[in-house]
C-alpha cells in the first residue's frame, strides 16, 4: 500500500524482523511445439513438476550421461491452459490487491519464442495477463471512478487531489492545450487490431470494492533498450525530415525512496479500452522504433504500469475528501522482460552485440540480485544486492525490498533446440522461488461511517423522484410568494352596491395605502440589500482585479522560472549525454580489466606451478646429496679398510724382505770384518719377522730396555734418532761396489769429504769415522733398489777398524711408464710417483699400521 499523504508515493517504515513473508510466486507455462514432428524435451509431470529431457542429438555428443532433471514450480500450466485460466491463477489476487492499496510485480521470464508476449499480451481472441488485469479492474472499480483530473500525478511520483471545479478548469485547459497528451475518450471506437482482446463473456470482477471511496486509474509504459529507458506514451512533435532519436528517460529516487522513471508521461484512462488503447499506442511505437532504428525487439524490456489511486468520500458522500493525506495509491508492474538466451544464439554483430551485452547484462543482474537477496534472507547476511547495475533491477528494487507481490511466469518452449537455454531458465526460475518479499499490510480505515456513498445517492434519488411528483422544478419559489401575499393586510370586500355607500371605498384606500407603504417598505428593503449587495460586489471585484494583478505578476515569475527550467532540462540534457558516454568508457575499462585479470590469474597460475616443481626439485637434491654422502662415508670406510689390509701386508712383506737383508748383512759384517782385520761384535741371530703388533711391540721395548749394559769396547750409541750424518762434517767411506749401476736420479745420496772406494780397505776406514755401503738390488716388483746402509767406524783395542751398522736408508727408483708397476700404496697414493727416499729400520720394528717408525737398533 502507498500513501500519498504528503503528495507521494511514501517508502515503507523499516520494518521489524518479524514481519510476514511470502516467496515469490514462480509458475510455469508450457507452450505447444511449432510442429507435430518437432522432438520436445519437456515433460509435465504433475499439476507442479515438470520433467526435461536432454534431446537425442545432446544425449549422443554426451555419452548419454544426461539425466533428467525435474523442476517443481507453484503452479505449472500446460499447452492446452487457456489465457483466463492463466489469468484467474496467475493475476487475479494481484488486481485485488492493487484495489486493497497493495503493490504488485508480474513478469514473464524465458527464451524469446517460449510465449512471454504471448502471455503478457496475448494475441486477438486470446488477451493475456495485461488486456484482462485492465478489464478486472474496470470491471470492479467502473462505476466509482473520480472525474478526471481530480486526482492528478505531481510529477514527484505522487498523486495530488483536487476539487471538482479545479478539475474541470484543468480539463478545459487540457482540451485546448495541443501539446499535451489527450487522454483518449472512452466511448472512442476501439482500434481492430485489439479488438477482440477480452471477451465480454469472460468479464472478471472483484466484488470487494470499498464503495466509499473514488478511484483514478493511470497507466505508463516503457521500454528498457540497451539498458535505456524510453517512454512510449511520450507526444514528442515528429520531424519528417529530420526525425530525432527518441530520448531516453533517467530513474528517479522519490522522498520516500522508491524508484520512478522522471518526467514518464502517465495517462489517466476511464476505461479497459481506454487504457488498451493506450497501451496499444505504445506498442505501434515501439515497433515503429524498432524498425526504424534496425532493433532486436526480443532484446528489449517492456514495463506497462497500472497506477490506481483511491481517497475516501466526504462524511455526505458527495465529494471526495480534500484531504491529501488520505489518497492512497498502489500499483501493478506487468513486464514483459527481453529472451533469457545468450547473444551467440541471435548471431549479433557490431554495435547490435555490444547492446545484446547489455540486455543480457540485465537480465544476468537480475539473476544476481535474486541469489543474493536469496542469500542474505538464507544465512542472515547483508551482502549489498546489485539492483543499480541495470535499469531494470533498479526498477524493481521497491518491489524486493519493500512489501508486495512479486510472481513469474515461467515461459517454456519445449523444443529440443531450446534445450540448453531452458535449462538455465529452470534453474534461475527454482532460485528465485527462494526468495522472499515482504507480505504487505492492510490499510488503515479512514474513520467515517461506511454507507456514505450509498446513503447520498439514496437521498439525491429521493429527491429527485420528490421533484418529479410536484411536476419538476419551477423558477422562484411558490411556497415563499404565497407566504408573502399572504403576510399582506387582507382587502376588505369592495362590492359596491349603493352610489351613496361612502364607507367601502375609503376602506379599500386605506387597505391599498397600507399595502403601498408596505410595498415601498419592501421596496427600500429592497433596494437598500441591493446597494448592500451591489458594494460587495464592488468589493469582491477590486479584490479581484488586485488578485488578478497578483496572478499577473505571478505569471511572469512562472515564465521566468519556466525559463530556469528550460535552461537546467538542456544543462541536464548535456550532464546525461556527458554520463552516458562516461557509461560507455567505464563499460570498456570494466571489460579490459577483466581482461588483465585473467591473464594475471594464468600467470600467477603458472608462477605456483613452477615454484611447485621448484621445490620438488630441491627436496630431490636434498635427497641425493644426502645418498651422495653416505655413499663416500661408506666408500671412505671401505676403503680405509682395505689401505689398512693392504698396509698390513705389505709391512709383513717388507719384514719379510729385511730379515733377508739382515742375513745378507750378517754375511757382508763378516766379510767387512774379515778385510779390516778386526771384527765387530758376535752378529745377533737372525729373527723371523711376525706380523708387528703392538703389544709385542711393547714388549720387544721393555725386553730391551731390560737387557745389560753393553761392554765399554761396544761403541757408544746415541739412543735418539738421527737421520744421516752425510750432509755433516764427519768423514765418510763411500763403499761403491764396482758392480753397482750408475742412476742419473735427481735423489743421489750426494756425500761431502767421502773416500769413495770399490773395496774398503783399511787405510780408508782408519780416516774416517762413517762408512757407508751403497748396494743395488733388484726389488720385488722388478725395480732397482737402492740401499745406503750406514755405520760408525771404532778403533779396536786390537789396532784394527771395526764397522756398527746403524742405519739403512733405502733409495728406490721406479719407472712412471711402466705398465707392470703395481701401486704401493693406498689409493690416496698417486701413481705418479717417481722416487722416494726412506729410512729403514735396520730391524722391523712397526708400532702402527699406518707407517714406519725408525727405530735404532743398539
Ligand atoms: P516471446 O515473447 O517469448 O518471444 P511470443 O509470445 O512472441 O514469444 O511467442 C512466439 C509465438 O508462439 C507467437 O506466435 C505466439 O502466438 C506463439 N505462442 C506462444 N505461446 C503460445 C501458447 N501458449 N499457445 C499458443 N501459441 C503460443
Ligand atoms: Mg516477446
Not at 505504445?282 to 522504433?289: D, H, L, V
Not at 736420479?745 to 767421502?754: E, G, H, L, S
Amino acid at each position: 500500500m502507498q500513501r500519498a499523504g504528503k503528495g507521494r508515493t511514501p517508502r515503507r517504515p523499516k520494518k521489524p524482523s518479524n514481519i510476514e513473508k511470502d516467496p515469490v510466486g514462480v509458475y510455469c507455462r508450457i507452450r505447444p511445439l511449432g510442429g507435430e514432428d518437432e522432438e520436445c524435451c519437456v515433460e509435465m509431470i504433475s499439476s507442479s513438476t515438470i520433467q526435461l529431457h536432454a534431446p537425442d542429438g545432446l544425449k549422443a555428443n554426451r555419452n548419454g550421461e544426461y539425466k533428467e532433471t525435474q523442476y517443481c514450480f507453484k503452479k505449472v500450466f500446460g499447452i492446452k491452459t487457456t489465457q483466463i485460466e492463466l489469468f484467474e491463477d496467475v493475476a487475479r489476487p494481484l488486481i485485488e490487491d492493487l484495489i486493497h492499496c497493495k503493490n504488485g510485480l508480474l513478469f514473464t521470464y524465458g527464451v524469446t519464442g517460449s510465449g512471454k508476449t504471448y502471455t503478457m499480451t496475448g494475441s486477438p481472441g486470446e488477451g493475456g495477463l495485461l488486456p484482462r488485469s485492465l478489464d478486472m479492474l474496470f470491471n470492479s472499480i467502473g462505476p466509482f471512478q473520480a472525474k478526471r483530473f481530480v486526482f492528478k500525478p505531481d510529477e514527484k511520483n505522487g498523486i495530488e487531489v483536487q476539487n471538482q471545479v479545479d478539475a474541470l478548469l484543468e480539463r478545459q485547459k487540457r482540451d485546448n492545450q495541443q501539446s499535451v497528451p489527450r487522454t483518449p475518450s472512452s466511448r472512442q471506437r476501439a482500434d481492430p487490431e485489439f479488438a477482440d482482446m477480452i471477451n465480454p463473456d469472460q468479464a472478471c470482477k472483484f466484488e470487494g470494492v470499498d464503495e466509499d471511496c473514488c478511484y483514478s486509474v493511470f497507466v505508463s509504459y516503457i521500454e528498457i533498450y540497451n539498458n535505456y529507458i524510453y517512454d512510449l506514451l511520450e507526444d514528442a512533435p515528429f520531424d519528417p525530415v529530420r526525425p530525432k532519436p527518441p530520448q531516453s528517460k533517467i530513474l528517479r529516487e522519490d522522498q520516500n525512496h522508491n524508484m520512478y522513471v522522471a518526467g514518464c508521461t502517465e495517462v489517466e484512462v476511464k476505461s479497459t479500452e481506454e487504457a488498451f488503447e493506450v497501451f496499444w499506442k505504445g506498442q505501434k511505437k515501439r515497433r515503429i522504433a524498432n524498425t526504424e532504428l534496425n532493433r532486436e525487439s526480443s532484446r528489449s524490456h517492456s514495463v506497462f504500469t497500472v497506477k490506481l489511486a483511491q481517497a475516501p468520500l466526504d462524511a455526505d458522500g458527495d465529494h471526495i475528501l480534500q484531504d491529501k493525506s488520505q489518497v492512497n495509491v498502489s500499483q501493478l508492474c506487468l513486464v514483459d522482460l527481453a529472451g533469457s538466451e545468450r547473444t551467440s544464439r541471435t548471431r549479433a554483430e557490431g554495435s547490435r552485440l555490444r547492446e545484446a551485452g547489455n540486455i543480457n547484462q540485465s537480465l544476468m543482474t537480475l539473476r544476481t540480485c535474486m541469489e543474493v537477496l536469496r542469500e542474505n534472507q538464507m544465512c542472515g547476511t547483508n551482502r549489498m544486492v546489485p539492483y543499480r547495475d541495470s535499469k531494470v533491477t533498479h526498477l524493481f528494487k521497491n518491489y524486493f525490498d519493500g512489501e508486495g507481490k512479486v510472481r513469474m511466469v515461467v515461459c517454456v518452449n519445449p523444443k529440443a533446440e531450446d534445450y540448453e537455454e531452458t535449462l538455465l531458465v529452470m534453474r534461475f526460475a527454482e532460485m528465485t522461488q527462494e526468495v522472499e518479499v515482504a507480505r504487505p499490510v492492510d490499510r488503515p480505515i479512514c474513520g467515517l461511517t461506511p454507507g456514505r456513498r450509498q446513503r447520498n445517492q439514496a437521498f439525491k434519488d429521493e429527491l429527485s423522484r420528490r421533484l418529479e411528483e410536484r411536476g419538476g422544478p419551477v423558477n422562484g419559489d411558490p411556497v415563499q410568494l404565497n407566504q408573502l401575499i399572504e403576510s399582506l393586510p387582507p382587502l376588505p370586500p369592495c362590492e359596491l352596491s349603493d352610489p351613496s355607500d361612502d364607507q367601502t371605498l375609503p376602506r379599500l384606500m386605506e387597505v391599498l395605502e397600507r399595502r403601498y407603504r408596505i410595498r415601498q417598505k419592501m421596496t427600500e428593503q429592497f433596494n437598500q440589500t441591493a446597494n448592500n449587495m451591489k458594494y460587495t460586489l464592488q468589493q469582491f471585484e477590486s479584490q479581484f482585479s488586485s488578485k488578478e494583478n497578483v496572478l499577473h505578476d505571478q505569471r511572469s515569475k512562472l515564465g521566468e522560472k519556466d525559463k530556469v527550467i528550460a535552461n537546467q532540462r538542456t544543462e541536464i540534457e548535456r550532464l546525461e549525454k556527458k554520463s552516458k558516454t562516461l557509461e560507455y568508457k567505464i563499460d570498456i575499462l570494466q571489460k579490459t580489466t577483466e581482461m588483465y585479470e585473467q591473464d594475471k590469474r594464468s600467470l600467477q597460475q603458472e608462477l605456483e606451478g613452477r615454484e611447485q616443481r621448484l621445490q620438488k626439485e630441491l627436496a630431490e637434491r636434498r635427497r641425493m646429496e644426502q645418498r651422495m654422502q653416505g655413499m663416500v662415508t661408506d666408500t671412505k670406510l671401505k676403503w680405509e679398510r682395505e689401505c689398512e689390509r693392504r698396509v698390513n701386508a705389505k709391512q709383513l712383506e717388507l719384514q719379510n724382505k729385511l730379515w733377508v737383508k739382515d742375513e745378507k748383512l750378517k754375511q757382508l759384517k763378516a766379510i767387512v770384518t774379515e778385510n779390516g782385520g778386526a771384527s765387530g761384535g758376535p752378529a745377533e741371530p737372525p729373527r723371523k719377522p711376525e706380523r708387528p703388533s703392538r703389544e709385542r711391540d711393547r714388549n720387544v721395548a721393555e725386553k730391551r730396555s731390560a737387557s745389560p749394559t753393553p761392554l765399554s769396547t761396544v761403541p757408544p750409541v746415541h739412543p735418539m734418532h738421527r737421520r744421516s750424518h752425510s750432509a755433516g762434517g764427519e768423514k765418510w767411506v763411500d763403499h761403491k761396489p764396482a758392480s753397482n749401476l750408475d742412476l742419473d736420479t735427481v735423489m743421489q745420496p750426494i756425500i761431502p769429504n767421502a773416500i769413495k772406494v770399490s773395496t774398503p780397505n783399511e787405510k780408508a776406514l782408519s780416516k774416517c769415522h762413517k762408512y757407508v755401503l751403497r748396494h743395488q738390488e733388484l726389488a720385488s716388483d722388478g725395480e732397482i733398489e737402492t740401499k745406503l746402509i750406514k755405520g760408525n767406524v771404532f778403533k779396536t783395542r786390537g789396532g784394527g777398524q771395526a764397522v756398527e751398522f746403524t742405519d739403512i736408508e733405502t733409495l728406490k727408483q721406479e719407472d712412471p711408464t711402466a705398465p707392470s708397476r703395481k701401486r704401493r700404496s693406498g689409493s690416496r697414493e698417486g701413481p705418479a710417483q717417481t722416487d722416494d727416499i726412506e729410512n729403514r729400520p735396520p730391524v722391523a720394528n712397526i708400532s702402527s699400521s699406518h707407517g714406519y717408525q725408525k727405530r735404532r737398533r743398539p
